[in-house]
């Protein structure tokens, strides 16, 4: 008989999850079981449910339990070289967004891995003729990269810190690089003369 795969969990670790401010959909994807069962556990071991204002709030002000690793690092600057763009809007805090072309699909499921390792939750969605997007949820992390990656006036620039590795050039050639017989090729054209001789350089 096919089904859900039921497993033994304990009642602690739902209620330190549940209390550290992962939601309860998030603890029932950890478990492999349904939103309901962890629903009904926090009801039964008297736990205070937090009201949907306060779920809101989590969602806004979520953090990347232990930080971005140095890993994932590498990767969100190379995908920021390239065409990723962190977006934010009012009080809500930033998130990681790449659209690409439909033959990429495969490189966008394999980060959507990569991130979901590294504890950001993100979802790799078809958007038709646009191709692929992949998109995190929001995080107070990516709110922090956005001043550094941005200028005032909403401008992305390459910030005079960045540590570029072979993982970071992977990942912002396979965004916006191009080859041939010879040489390869990124593209810099959303970037000031000044910054691309800082990446040459």
Not at 46 to 55: D, H
Request: proline letters at 0%; a positive charge.
């Amino acid at each position: 008989m096919r089904g859900r795969i039921r497993i033994q969990y304990d009642d602690d670790f739902i209620i330190q999850k549940y209390q550290s401010g992962v939601s309860e959909t998030e603890i029932a994807k950890l478990l492999n079981t349904s939103r309901s069962s962890i629903h009904r556990r926090l009801i039964t071991s008297g736990i205070t449910l937090r009201t949907s204002v306060q779920a809101t709030d989590l969602l806004r002000h979520k953090q990347i339990e232990g930080g971005i690793s140095d890993e994932l690092m590498s990767v969100i600057n190379g995908l920021l070289l390239g065409d990723a763009s962190i977006e934010k809007y009012k009080n809500s805090h930033g998130r990681l967004e790449l659209i690409q072309r439909h033959s990429c699909g495969e490189w966008l499921f394999l980060l959507k891995d990569l991130f979901e390792q590294n504890g950001v939750s993100a979802s790799v969605t078809n958007r038709g003729q646009r191709g692929w997007q992949f998109r995190t949820k929001k995080y107070v992390d990516f709110t922090a990269l956005r001043s550094k990656w941005y200028s005032v006036d909403n401008i992305k620039i390459v910030p005079k810190d960045l540590v570029m590795n072979e993982l970071c050039v992977a990942h912002w050639f396979f965004g916006d690089g191009t080859s041939s017989k010879y040489k390869i090729s990124f593209c810099t054209d959303g970037f000031t003369f000044e910054d691309v001789i800082f990446l040459k350089n």
